[in-house]
C-alpha cells in the first residue's frame, strides 16, 4: 500500500497525516468511548486510515473479474444454478420431504474447474498441487490479480500483513477420511489455518513486525 493510498480516507478525500475522518475513527477508536484503564493518555493517538486499493473475485454466476462482478451488481443477475455434476450427484440425495437428505438440487457455485493450477508459478510441486486445497489454488491466483490490479510491486521481502477469513473444511474432512493416505502435505495443504500462511510463503510476506 503506497502512502499516498493509505493517506486517503475511505470517503475519498484526502486527510493530514494524524488525522482521520470521523467515519474511520468511530469504527476503529473503541477507547472513544470507554474508560481508559491502562492510566495511558490516549487523546492524541489517531487510528491509521485504511484505503481499498485493489481487488479481484472468484464468484458464483461466472464472476471471475471486477467488472463481471459490477455487471452482475447493476443488473441485478444472479450465481444460483444447478449443482454441478462435478460437486456431487444432486439427484442421488435430493428428497424434498425425507429426513437426512440434501431439500433442494441448486446452489451457488464456481462456474469453472477448482482444480486447476499454474503450478510452475508457484513453487510447488506435481504431487504438492494434487493435495492442495481447491481454497489454496484459488486464492493464491486472486491475491496475485489483486496485486496486479492495485499496481503493487516489490512486495517480496517487506512488512506486510496477510489476513483470511475463510468458512468450510471440505477438503479436509475428505482428506481425512482414509487415515493410511495421509502424508506430510496434508497439514498444510488442506488446514484452514494454513490459508494465509501460504500466500505469505508463496509471496515472501513477511507480515507486520
Not at 482444480?115 to 513453487?123: A, E, K, L, P
Request: aromatic content about 10%.
Amino acid at each position: 500500500m503506497s502512502s499516498a493510498s493509505a493517506k486517503t480516507t475511505l470517503s475519498g478525500s484526502a486527510k493530514p497525516e494524524g488525522v482521520a475522518s470521523p467515519t474511520t475513527a468511530a469504527h476503529t477508536a473503541p477507547w472513544e468511548s470507554q474508560q481508559d484503564v491502562t492510566g495511558l493518555n490516549r487523546s492524541n493517538e489517531v487510528p491509521f486510515p485504511v484505503a481499498i486499493v485493489s481487488m479481484a473475485v472468484r464468484l458464483p454466476g461466472g464472476v471471475n473479474t471486477t467488472e463481471k462482478f459490477w455487471d452482475m451488481l447493476i443488473n441485478k443477475k444472479d450465481g444460483h444454478c444447478r449443482v454441478p455434476e462435478t460437486r456431487y450427484g444432486a439427484e442421488a440425495f435430493y428428497n424434498a420431504t425425507r429426513p437426512g437428505t440434501v431439500k433442494t438440487r441448486h446452489g451457488y457455485f464456481l462456474q469453472e474447474d477448482i482444480g486447476y493450477i499454474d503450478r510452475s508459478f508457484f513453487s510447488m510441486s506435481k504431487t504438492e498441487a494434487a493435495k492442495l486445497d481447491p481454497q489454496q489454488r484459488l486464492l493464491l491466483e486472486v491475491v496475485w490479480e489483486c496485486m496486479e490490479s492495485g499496481g503493487q510491486t516489490n512486495w517480496r521481502g517487506q512488512s506486510i500483513g496477510c489476513y483470511v477469513g475463510v468458512f468450510g473444511e471440505d477438503w479436509l474432512e475428505m482428506s481425512s477420511k482414509d487415515t493410511q493416505h495421509m502424508d506430510r502435505f496434508h497439514v498444510v495443504s488442506a488446514g484452514d489455518f494454513a490459508l494465509s500462511n501460504r500466500v505469505s510463503y508463496e509471496y515472501d510476506l513477511q507480515g507486520p513486525r
